[in-house]
């Protein structure tokens, strides 16, 4: 039982660091990916024109059109 | 478009990719690093699938950049799987299989976990979102998944030279982004510079896979440090 509470322990402790250290990296970072698999060009990220943050979108409850306001 | 020395870079990362298979079989060791193959088999089909998009489709397309984002995330668990198949075989004498089994569909999990409580946030194309954010965390649990089984290697006084080489390049190839990432951040005007570098980085791993393959026979050993001998 206590070899895998430690395996769990130790996964955590990895996962932990590894997230850190992302923060940490991506923090400073442009806002630009790390993609580490073969020599393709990597395309510009689909969703993301420039660095700013994305707005929430305004028809948040589903697409359908609001209803008139019952006390107007 | 792509320039003549992207798409040099790019064939020869895919040769090499397909080189590491040939090499391992041809050597008789596809089945002892057989995760170490089967990514670098996908990794081959994947350039070339990446290529096909990229012809129909172009750069700039969503076509492509879907096509590149999802097969990136397949790549880097296939790529974690490969690593933990390096850890099996560091471990194999200390019947630890079952730990790590355990300790590595855990980390897994929790990755996935952790990834999708990030993307959770925005429910905007959540699907893609956590391919990506999946992608990038298994990017840093992987590094320090190498910087501890380089660790073990030492502390363990691991001999078997190809199993050594192939974790460390490993290493020099996660060590390698993570580097160029941090240089790309803190000199940005150097850009017609990192546009060279940084697909040339994904040769390494393939290249320095091959020769290990290639040159270095399962049964060389490093000999380990002596201890010294004060006469008395």
């Known amino acids: 039982m206590s070899r895998k509470l430690t395996v769990v322990f130790l996964a955590m402790l990895v996962l932990v660091g590894a997230m850190s250290l992302k923060t940490v990296v991506v923090a400073h970072g442009d806002g630009s990916v790390i993609m580490a698999n073969g020599g393709a060009p990597a395309p510009p990220v689909p969703w993301k024109n420039g660095g700013a943050p994305a707005p929430p979108v305004p028809w948040k409850n589903g697409g359908a059109p609001a209803p008139p306001v019952p006390w107007k | ?232």
Not at chain 2, 73 to 102: C, H, N, P, Q
Not at chain 2, 210 to 215: I, K, P, S, V
């Open chain 2, 1 to 232: 478009m792509l320039g003549p020395f992207e798409c040099f870079v790019w064939l020869l990362c895919t040769l090499l990719e397909a080189g590491v298979v040939v090499c391992a079989v041809r050597t008789r060791s596809f089945r002892r690093y057989f995760l170490l193959n089967v990514y670098m088999g996908l990794s081959f089909l994947v350039s070339v699938g990446r290529y096909t998009v990229l012809r129909h489709s172009g750069v700039d397309s969503l076509e492509y950049a879907y096509f590149y984002f999802y097969s990136d995330a397949l790549l880097t668990i296939g790529l974690y799987f490969a690593l933990l198949s390096l850890y099996s075989l560091v471990f194999d004498e200390m019947k630890a299989e079952r730990y790590l089994r355990l300790g590595a569909f855990l980390l897994l999990g929790a990755t996935a976990w952790f990834s999708y409580e990030i993307v959770n946030q925005s429910t905007h194309r959540m699907l893609t979102h956590f391919a990506f954010e999946l992608s990038q965390n298994l990017y840093f649990v992987g590094l320090v998944l190498t910087y501890v089984l380089w660790g073990a290697i030492f502390k363990l006084r691991e001999s078997r030279t190809r199993l050594i080489q192939l974790v460390l390049a490993l290493g020099i190839y996660f060590s390698a982004f993570a580097a160029n990432y941090a240089l790309r951040n803190l000199y940005p005007n150097l850009q017609p510079v990192w546009h060279f570098v940084t697909p040339l980085l994904g040769c390494i791993l393939p290249a320095t896979w091959m020769f290990a393959f290639l040159r270095v026979p399962e049964e060389a050993r490093l000999v380990p440090a002596r201890l010294a001998v004060v006469p008395r």
